[in-house]
T-cell receptor, first 118, second 112 residues
Framework: DADVTQTPRNRITKTGKRIMLECSQT?????MYWYRQDPGLGLQLIYY???????NKGEISDGYSVSRQAQAKFSLSLESAIPNQTALYFC?????????????????FGPGTRLLVL | QQQVKQSPQSLIVQKGGISIINCAYE??????FPWYQQFPGKGPALLIA?????SEKKEGRFTISFNKSAKQFSLHIMDSQPGDSATYFC???????????FGTGTRLQVTL
């Protein structure tokens, strides 16, 4: 979805380096999420934010941190990258008002960032 | 925490055939159960969703069947087409219902 953008799209880094993945959205949604996708493991939630002042850990937050700089921006940092963090990372957004209007809250995903840690 | 088990991991179906993907959840159902579709190089996108107060929802060739007592729901793709080749994820709401737990995904290949 072009309304949710992620930068960079591809990144190669070395073990021990700190890197940041960025997500921006123009959908005006209040909720944002970071997922990690590994073959055979599906989508695992790293962190999520229901508004600018609300940050929550997901199921696999160890080794990651996030920053919600504005309603439209949500960044994911790997403090000290390790090869085990090689994966495809997705940002997603949703609007809490969706459930009031339609009964379900759709998550809209960005195109993903492919990260390789050597 | 919601747990979702999805099967099969991969599926090969001939064009025109029926593709069936199954999911089972553990905790009490909440608002809805969505299926997401992901094409190579793209992020997942909502395909179809069902509320737990109905047993079936159909949108074109895609149907969700829901069995509340068995805590299972499945996706049926009728008259499968090569363009349906993608990875499919089921999901279940977890606690706040805004947070989804996804299944491990099913890679569907529709052959000519």
């Amino acid at each position: 979805d072009a309304d949710v953008t992620q930068t960079p799209r591809n990144r190669i880094t070395k073990t021990g380096k700190r890197i940041m993945l960025e997500c921006s959205q123009t959908k005006g949604h209040d909720r944002m999420y970071w997922y990690r996708q590994d073959p055979g493991l599906g989508l695992q939630l790293i962190y999520y934010s229901f508004d600018v002042k609300d940050i929550n850990k997901g199921e696999i937050s160890d080794g990651y941190s996030v920053s919600r700089q504005a309603q439209a921006k949500f960044s994911l940092s790997l403090e000290s990258a390790i090869p085990n963090q090689t994966a495809l990372y997705f940002c997603a957004t949703s609007d809490r008002r969706d459930r009031l209007l339609t009964g379900l809250e759709t998550q809209y995903f960005g195109p993903g960032t492919r990260l390789l840690v050597l | 925490q919601q747990q979702v088990k999805q099967s099969p991991q991969s599926l090969i179906v001939q064009k025109g055939g029926i593709s069936i993907i199954n999911c089972a959840y553990e905790n009490t159902a909440f608002d809805y159960f969505p299926w997401y579709q992901q094409f190579p190089g793209k992020g997942p996108a909502l395909l179809i969703a069902i509320r737990p107060d109905v047993s079936e929802k159909k949108e074109g060739r895609f149907t969700i069947s829901f069995n509340k007592s068995a805590k299972q729901f499945s996706l049926h793709i009728m008259d499968s087409q090569p363009g349906d080749s993608a990875t499919y994820f089921c999901a279940a709401p977890d606690g706040t219902a805004s947070k989804l737990t996804f299944g491990t995904g099913t890679r569907l290949q529709v052959t000519l």
